[in-house]
């Protein structure tokens, strides 16, 4: 690898513009944006304008990019279904890939992501960015030092209650794989096991309802976004998750973008242990006995000036850590905190979540 990692980047809409962009242009010092590819050619075009190198390259086939030897890593910014594809196809063309959220839309892809990986000897990372905030950094290092003690009971929160994304293709089931659950509620769940340090699930039962968004017509919904097409909207607006891991602890999943409910929450978790409790509900709080008496402790996550997580580190939003973490990853300064076999089990959570939800019965694992 040439001094400067290059990079391609394959989707350049909103999550490409609004994260992963922005992020590597902090990184100029060993980053060059070599090439940009959209099915939409202005999208890339605008792109590359803004963000990529004098020379940077546009196309509309990703496989032409790939032919590109000089690019290093490349990120897969694409609707859902076209992860497993997009990403395989990088790694066999001998490049590093960071994928969006979720791995997959199904465990099949996500497994086929996970061999091309293993065959390819590449890094492979997802785009779980909310394990890099400043509470969540400081709560896995609680649960690593076993401050909460036997972790037996988690509930994984995504809960909107009127936020129903109205720009790209969230609400295509072909496209996406699913509504908010596989969308939001995959952040939460994957914060939960990272906590946990606990992927091995035995069963799942799950429940979902396409009420909502089919039903309120334009002047009823008070979505958060603009008005929403219900007649256009193929997904569900909620679902829900009941796992039951192999140790024995159990898991709750709440995703929605659109319920009655004041108890919103997303991108968080709860943890209840032995020792202690947590969490995020009005910044981390850890809830414990002192001196016989019920205490709640805050940490201080949310200061103006950050935390530095480790030593030299200077302090970055949670998309910065997460580029600065991949980047040195690439250039085998640092290990990877998102590992694809963790977002595999991840995609396989959902999966058994919305197919329990289809036939009305228990999915379990081997």
């Known amino acids: 690898m040439s001094d400067?990692?290059?990079v391609g980047i394959i989707g350049c809409g909103g999550i490409a513009n609004g994260k992963h962009l922005p992020a590597l242009s902090h990184q100029k010092s060993r980053v060059d944006i070599i090439a940009f590819c959209d099915l939409i050619l202005e999208r890339a075009e605008k792109a590359a304008k803004e963000y990529g190198t004098p020379d940077a390259k546009v196309y509309t086939d990703y496989k032409e990019l790939l032919k590109d030897e000089r690019i290093d890593v490349v990120h897969v910014l694409t609707p859902n279904v076209a992860h497993c594809e997009l990403t395989v196809a990088a790694l066999?063309?001998?490049?590093?890939?960071?994928c969006e959220k979720p791995m997959a839309a199904t465990p099949a892809d996500a497994k086929k992501m996970l061999d091309a990986q293993k065959k390819s000897g590449?890094?492979?990372?997802?785009?779980?960015?909310?394990?890099?905030?400043?509470?969540?950094?400081?709560?896995k290092k609680m649960c690593e030092a076993g401050d909460l003690g036997d972790i037996y009971y988690a509930r994984a929160q995504a809960i909107r209650r009127r936020g129903v994304p109205t720009w790209g293709v969230f609400p295509n089931k072909a496209l996406q794989g699913g509504g908010p659950l596989i969308?939001?509620?995959?952040?939460?769940?994957?914060?939960?096991?990272?906590?946990?340090?606990?992927?091995?699930?035995?069963?799942?039962?799950?429940?979902?309802?396409?009420?909502?968004?089919?039903?309120?017509?334009?002047?009823?919904?008070?979505?958060?976004?603009?008005?929403?097409?219900?007649?256009?909207?193929?997904?569900?607006d909620s679902a829900f998750g009941f796992v039951t891991m192999k140790n024995g602890a159990v898991i709750t999943i709440d995703a929605s973008w659109a319920l009655n409910t004041l108890d919103q929450g997303e991108a968080i978790t709860m943890l209840c242990g032995t020792k202690a409790g947590a969490d995020m509900k009005d910044g981390l709080r850890i809830n414990h006995i002192?001196?016989?008496?019920?205490?709640?402790?805050?940490?201080?996550?949310?200061?103006?000036?950050g935390v530095a997580f480790f030593e030299g580190a200077e302090v970055m939003s949670a998309e910065d850590f997460e580029c600065n973490t991949w980047l040195d990853a690439v250039q085998?300064?640092?290990?990877?905190?998102v590992k694809p076999e963790q977002a595999f089990v991840v995609t396989q959570i959902l999966d058994a979540i919305y197919e329990s939800a289809r036939t009305g019965k228990a999915v379990y694992f081997d």
């Open 92 to 98: 066999e063309a001998g490049k590093h890939v960071m």
């Open 290 to 305: 002192v001196y016989d008496k019920q205490t709640v402790t805050k940490p201080e996550t949310a200061t103006p000036q």
């Open 122 to 139: 590449k890094l492979l990372t997802i785009g779980y960015q909310n394990r890099y905030r400043q509470d969540s950094q400081v709560l």
């Open 183 to 236: 969308d939001i509620g995959t952040h939460s769940l994957d914060l939960t096991l990272w906590m946990m340090n606990n992927y091995e699930p035995k069963s799942v039962m799950g429940a979902s309802f396409e009420k909502l968004g089919r039903l309120l017509k334009p002047g009823e919904q008070g979505n958060g976004f603009s008005t929403w097409d219900n007649e256009d909207y193929q997904v569900e």
């Open 332 to 337: 085998g300064k640092g290990e990877l905190i």
């Open 4 to 6: 400067k990692i290059k």
